[in-house]
């Protein structure tokens, strides 16, 4: 079966992005010695627009769509997201066939100086995220801090960091862990002090739904402890219709066949955060979720929710 096997993987151009391609394909060519596998590099929006946040550029999909046009014309046979970038809702004909094993779920502050902890940050002092979820549990913690855009690559935001242009920044910490950037990382926040963006720290493997070759091939890549946490979160994000940049966020964690998972709701100013928690069988993963997404609305979020889309900032 391996030989003659051939597989484009379509990526964006940024180290991390690559990173991942390049894992998966690491991962394909041990499992199939005999294959070819590439690499094709495709630009998309959010890579071409770095002078406005994410969130006045809509967010979905602006990470993926043009690799999704690739895949749709044949092009590309898979393509390789952080599931944290790609919408809840895929384009016709698509799916996500593969969720690999989940890196730190965290995320992770980087700071100019000797600081160990959010709390040790200066009274006022300038905090860089293009991430509305980050920004309104900042505010919720730290009201004092100011909070400014920050976009670009990886190596791009530590050096705006580096030149003093943020005394901290937040970054997912499974990004700079697969990047070898650990020793950046002044300290992880826990998900009790900043719950994660839904997805995070996973990477989902999108393929053409009527592609049975590929989907064969790329089944052994799915971690399905991994799986049932995600199918958890996203369930949740599209019952709130929330897209990647709206500041709803949620982690579960799967243990022993059981399934236990946290979520919220901000507001912008982070004055209103509404917090729930459920759990159950992980095989119910997106039932839990969308529960979960119910008790939240019910509760004030989807008056936090209506006011997010009011104020025009996603």
Known sequence: ??????????????????????????????????ATVEIKIIKTTGDKILDVSLSKLGGRGVFTKEIEE????????LAVHSLKDL??????????AAITEREDVRDAL?????????????KGAIVGTSSLRRQAQLHAIRPDLELRDLRGNVDTRIKKLQEGNYDAIILAAAGLIRLGYAEHISAFLSPDEMLPAIGQGALAIETRIDDKMTNELIGFLTHHATLNAVLAERALLRAMGGGCQVPIAANAVEENGTLSMRALVASL??????????????????????????????SGGNDILKEVYASGQT
């Open 1 to 34: 079966m391996q030989a003659g096997i051939t597989l484009t993987i379509g990526s964006r151009g940024s180290k991390l992005a690559l990173w991942q391609a390049n894992w998966v394909r690491d991962q394909l060519l041990g499992k199939y010695p005999g």
């Open 70 to 77: 690739a895949m749709t014309a044949g092009e590309i046979d």
């Open 87 to 96: 919408p809840t809702e895929l384009p016709d004909g698509l799916h996500i």
């Open 110 to 122: 980087l700071a100019n100086g000797k600081i160990g902890s959010l709390s040790e940050l200066r």
């Open 269 to 298: 100013d982070g004055k209103r955060v509404i917090k729930r928690t459920i759990s159950g069988a992980a095989s119910d993963a997106e039932d839990l979720g969308s529960r979960l997404a119910n008790d939240i609305l019910d």
